[in-house]
């Protein structure tokens, strides 16, 4: 077995290599790690937040707890004394499990899904700038849906506005008509009366009616221009809008249900129940919401709140007029006096027929005072006398055979004058045309009565039947 010998007194300097060859290692060993160190900076520089320089003051067991102190929860006092913990502001991942909120990493050079991801993004901004014209395109085919909706509602109310106003200028032309006939009357029947003043009104009353319908008329039509210019406006937008979202198939409606609500006048007011709906953005011209559907949608807008209230205008005076029409025409027909004109031309009827008896009574009194006037006279000759009128026939001659026996027969024949049936004749016939002459009279105003009826009946009678489906102009002509 070998035998080992005792080591030898060692030295101060134990190496056995040249200074000058590990001076040299030594430098490279340096220079190896300096470049190991300025790499890793390097390669940590491009993967870290921005703003995240290394402070030459700090020690470098003490930059990591420096740097990540900003990034920890934040203990804020409430008033009642207890405390919360908050995540500091600014953009980051919050950590709640750790209490902490890094920043958002940046990368400083391509990482190897850099095309993919400049892809998808590509196609977000696609995306997004669709679905804004779809919202946009959606709110523009919704509000011109309730435009055409308003312009079929004036449509109607113009039509009813229409008819209004054509029974109020048949009202005028039966006003006229009315006048007209009433100036056919006879002279006795042309007293200014109460029905001649209830023409003159109900004449000033239909002429205001008809400008007030003529001022809806034209309003309206002024609206109607209005809301079908609005209408084209959002349907070229509308389709303007569209023409990015040909590659979407979901349907408009839904759009504005997955915004949040289904008006499209203001989609930042926040609809209930749903919740807080998508805000309107502001106009911009190169973005899905431009200037022109702004413009667009705010005139539609206008248009419907203008248009509401004009329809509530219109129907309004077009009932009142209707029941004010109706109202006067009752009062016109109450006012003409045909009950009155009636009860008068039954009575003047009633004293004809008495007037015309009794003239039938003197008539044949007349007639047989003439005959008894004969009969008192006698015949004109003595041969045309019968035996019984003779004074010597026999019963006579008989009877004054004796002495005092004279008849006064003769004189008192011959004290009856001679004009007695004339006076009593010709007193009978000056009442008979006494009674002719005043007959007349009533004869007159009973005709007058009857023409003056005639118009107050045709004034009444188109007045009840103006009003009926089936009233046309030709009664008028």
Not at 466 to 475: A, C, D, G, P, R
Request: aromatic letters at 4%; a positive charge.
């Amino acid at each position: 077995m070998p035998v080992l010998a005792p080591p030898a007194e060692l030295s101060q300097d134990s190496r056995v290599g040249a200074p000058a060859w590990r001076e040299a290692a030594q430098a490279t060993t340096r220079r190896a790690h300096h470049v190991t160190d300025r790499c890793g900076q390097e390669v940590v520089t491009m993967w870290q937040p921005k703003a995240s320089v290394r402070d030459p003051h700090v020690a470098r067991h003490l930059c990591r707890a420096a740097y990540i102190l900003p990034w920890r929860f934040r203990v804020e006092m409430l008033k009642g004394g207890s405390t919360v913990e908050k995540p500091p502001p600014g953009d980051g991942v919050t950590l709640w499990k750790g209490k902490m909120k890094p920043p958002a990493w940046h990368a400083r050079l391509p990482l190897p899904l850099h095309r993919d991801a400049r892809a998808l993004q590509t196609a977000e901004v696609v995306h997004a700038h669709a679905r804004g014209a779809r919202l946009t395109a959606a709110r523009l085919g919704r509000a011109q849906h309730q435009v055409n909706a308003r312009l079929r509602q004036l449509q109607r109310q113009r039509e009813a506005t229409d008819r209004r106003l054509s029974q109020v200028r048949k009202g005028l032309l039966v006003n006229q008509q009315s006048v007209k006939l009433r100036g056919y009357r006879p002279k006795s029947e042309k007293v200014p009366d109460k029905a001649d003043s209830v023409l003159t009104w109900e004449k000033e009353e239909l002429k205001s009616m008809k400008r007030k319908l003529e001022k809806d008329m034209e309003q309206s039509e002024t609206l109607l221009k209005a809301l079908a210019s609005c209408r084209d406006n959002l349907g070229f937008c509308c389709k303007e809008r569209l023409q990015a979202v040909d590659l979407m198939n979901q349907p408009l409606d839904k759009v504005l249900e997955q915004a949040g609500r289904h008006s499209w006048v203001n989609l930042s007011r926040p609809p209930t129940p749903r919740p807080q709906g998508q805000k309107t953005p502001p106009p911009d011209p190169v973005g899905t919401y431009t200037p022109e559907c702004a413009l667009a949608l705010y005139e539609a807008k206008q248009l419907l709140m203008e248009s509401k209230d004009a329809l509530v205008e219109m129907a309004k005076n077009e009932a009142d007029i209707g029941e004010r029409q109706h109202q006067m025409s009752d009062r016109v027909c109450a006012s003409l006096g045909m009950r009155e004109t009636l009860e008068l031309k039954e009575r003047m009827n009633m004293t004809l027929g008495l007037m015309r008896g009794t003239i039938h009574r003197c008539t044949k009194f007349s007639e047989e005072m003439h005959i008894t006037r004969g009969l008192i006279k006698g015949p004109l000759s003595e041969t045309h006398l019968e035996t019984r009128e003779k004074l010597d026939r026999p019963l006579v001659r008989v009877y004054q055979r004796h002495v005092g026996t004279q008849l006064p027969e003769a004189t008192r024949l011959a004290q009856v004058p001679s004009n007695t049936g004339e006076e009593s004749a010709s007193h009978k016939l000056f009442n008979r045309l006494d009674l002719g002459t005043r007959r007349r009279l009533p004869s007159f105003s009973l005709c007058g009565f009857g023409q003056g009826a005639g118009p107050l009946w045709s004034r009444s009678r188109p007045t009840g039947e103006m009003s009926h489906v089936h009233f046309t102009w030709l009664w008028l002509r």
